[in-house]
């Protein structure tokens, strides 16, 4: 006779963000569910908002997270994101950092769209307590266009930025003519920077979710 076999298929729903409440991501009542995302939620930022999600002072997780166009997502510098898969970006997501706390966002699956990250970088005159930072980009971006976004931003030393990258052959920092420039950041490299008043220079881009090596 014909055997019977029965499946139990459970479709779990996207967990949609609605921001009844506030911009804080950690208010349960700005969530769909009425609960806060968890490692295993797919999560939908999804339309236009009168109050846009935050992430601040929360350690934030999902499994996969959709940000859509004309969405906004914002972390400040005192958070951090982490999602076990996918993270799609159709609109525009914001880290900040300051001086002392730097937000983060770890992505273990594939990551697709832009991202911006306001990196603080240390003011170029020591006497103000400040110097030179080492700083690596965290998204795929070219010289030329971090100078457009930031050139304002970072010192100028003579004819250069005060912005180099190491010439592991000749042993010495090479800096970026203000004239024009070539090239873009080779991931896991750091390059020394300064601002000429201690500020916040953007890298935007497809960020990186592998590991990286660099020779040294």
Not at 131 to 146: N, Y
Request: a negative charge; aromatic letters at 10%.
């Amino acid at each position: 006779s014909p055997q019977t076999t029965t499946f139990d298929l459970s479709i779990k729903e996207s967990v949609n963000w609605t921001g009844t409440t506030s911009s804080d991501w950690a208010d349960a009542s700005n969530w769909s569910t009425g609960a806060l995302p968890t490692s295993s939620d797919v999560v939908a930022i999804n339309g236009i908002f009168t109050n846009n999600p935050s992430i601040s002072s929360t350690d934030a997780v999902a499994k996969t997270i959709i940000v859509g166009t004309a969405s906004t997502l914002t972390k400040d510098e005192t958070s951090s994101l982490t999602v076990s898969g996918d993270f799609t970006n159709d609109g525009t997501v914001t880290l900040n950092s300051t001086a002392d706390d730097f937000s983060s966002l770890i992505v273990t699956g594939t990551a697709t769209g832009d991202i911006t990250y306001n990196r603080y970088v240390n003011v170029y005159d020591d006497t103000a307590g400040g110097g030179w930072d080492l700083v690596c980009s965290p998204v795929d971006m070219t010289i030329a266009d971090f100078i457009t976004a930031n050139g304002a931003n970072i010192e100028v030393l003579g004819d250069d930025y005060a912005f180099s990258q190491f010439n592991n052959a000749t042993g010495q920092w090479e800096r970026y003519a203000t004239a024009s420039q070539t090239g873009s950041f080779t991931t896991g490299q750091g390059y020394s920077m300064a601002t000429s008043a201690g500020a916040t220079v953007a890298f935007t881009g497809t960020m990186e979710t592998t590991s990286q090596s660099i020779n040294i």
